[in-house]
């Protein structure tokens, strides 16, 4: 599991969040994005 960092609702549908994940952020390259999927 990852850690949240941080939770910030923008709009009723919408949810930014930071999380720690280092083995992800050190493969990622520019342009990229993950998909979450929460329970």
């Given at each position: 599991?990852?850690?949240?960092?941080?939770?910030?609702?923008?709009?009723?549908t919408?949810?930014?969040?930071?999380?720690?994940?280092?083995?992800?952020?050190?493969?990622?390259?520019?342009?990229?994005?993950?998909?979450?999927?929460?329970?």
């Amino acid at each position: 599991m990852y850690k949240i960092l941080s939770r910030k609702e923008l709009n009723p549908t919408v949810t930014q969040m930071e999380i720690e994940a280092p083995l992800v952020a050190a493969k990622a390259k520019a342009g990229q994005f993950i998909i979450l999927r929460v329970d």
